[in-house]
């Protein structure tokens, strides 16, 4: 098997990020969810329980938008709230029990794709396909930030 080249790389990581974007978009029109509100549940899957703050401040929104945000999907069962256990200013929001349970078929089917995929790679590079996979996601929130700036 030949080498790649660093650019065929690159495209590959680029197709793979725009067709997974097809498949959230497929994703939140099946769970009737705009894209806003399936990027705030990926952040709370991903990170467990955030501030409404911490979460509004990864989905660039305003603490007005984040606060209808939040009223919305919890009204959606998606998610609920809860006091900060050491802080009184802060609400916690978390997945609620039911939404994992509302996952999509087709995204099960996906997350069991992947693992096996990852199960896939030999051991002796895994730790390079990791690292290249960090540093990418690391380079997308940079070129965020900046962005932001």
């Known amino acids: 098997m030949a080498n790649p080249r660093p650019e065929a790389v690159a495209a590959t990581l ?3 990020g725009l067709e997974r974007d097809r498949m959230r978009a497929a994703l939140a029109g099946r ?40 009223d ?27 939404a994992l349970e509302r996952t999509p078929a087709g995204l099960t089917s996906y997350h069991t794709r992947i693992r096996a995929l990852a199960a896939k790679v030999a051991p002796e590079h895994r730790d390079a396909v990791r690292n290249f996979l960090q540093a990418a996601a690391d380079a997308a929130s940079d070129a965020t930030a900046e962005l932001r700036a």
């Open 72 to 98: 919305r999907l919890e009204q959606g069962g998606w998610v609920r709230r809860g006091p900060h256990p050491t802080d009184r200013r802060y609400i916690l929001v978390e997945l609620a029990p039911q």
């Open 14 to 16: 680029q197709r793979f």
């Open 31 to 70: 769970a009737g969810l705009s894209a806003t509100d399936l990027d705030a549940l990926e952040h709370l899957e991903a990170e467990g329980q955030l501030t409404q703050r911490e979460l509004g401040e990864r989905l660039s929104l305003t603490s007005g938008a984040i606060t209808m945000l939040v």
